[in-house]
């Protein structure tokens, strides 16, 4: 499996403190079967690591993992938070994308608010040639209260990302209710981790396999953890593959 989203990189946000950590969390993510992690910490257009720090928070890593004899390939990538300037900072090569591929942006919504500029700065992403990933709608206001807005983006070419752990309900039954449906519905492309640490909020995706077979099908799971993340890593990965 590939996990998308994932705070592994130690030292650069509120996920893994120190190497220990990030030791631990490609243990866990192998144990459940992860092959391939984006790591995405959390950047801000003022705040945040920029793009050269994460490239080589990643390859330093991704020795490290070497050195352990932990075959996780892991890939550089960021976890953006929604912003009026975003589209014209991706412009000038200022922001991290998926896998540093320049084709996908894992794109943070608000918790509290929906952004009236957000449907503006998917489009000019798109104009950018950058398809927006939704981090995480079911946490934030946007699918909690206007689930027609997140509709509207798919509709344009949005992709949408759920945590696995509001479908094990980690946060809560509200959550795991708006997730299951954005699944039911077939509104979801992606099901990532979006985890911190190794313990409280581990890089885990298989606890989640039975809900999401059961809400759509046996090839869903697979789709949202093999297919789709492999096609929006695919040809960065095959470039960067440690070789294992
Ligand atoms: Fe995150």
Known sequence: ???????????????????????????????????????????????GPRPDQIRTATQQLQAALADHNLPLTVLPGAEVRAHPQLAEMVSRSEVMTVADGGDYLLLEPPFIGIPNYLEQLCFELQIAGITPILAHPERAELAQHQPELCERLIERGCLIQVNAPSLHGQYGRVIRRIAADLIRREL??????????????????GKVRRAV?????????????????????????????PGW
């Not at 990532?192 to 909020?201: G, I, K, L, R």
């Open 213 to 241: 077979v059961q809400a759509t099908g046996e090839d869903a799971f697979r789709e949202m953890t093999e297919l789709v993340p492999g096609e929006i890593i695919g040809a960065h990965q095959q470039e960067t593959a």
């Open 188 to 205: 979801v492309h992606i099901v990532a981790s979006d985890a911190h640490n190794a313990t409280s909020h581990p890089p885990v995706l």
């Open 1 to 47: 499996m590939i996990d998308l989203h994932c705070h592994i990189l130690p030292g650069l946000d509120d996920g893994s403190p120190d190497l220990a950590t990030s030791l631990a969390m490609a243990r866990v993510a192998l144990d459940d079967g992860i092959e391939t992690i984006v790591a995405t910490p959390h950047c801000f257009v003022d705040a």
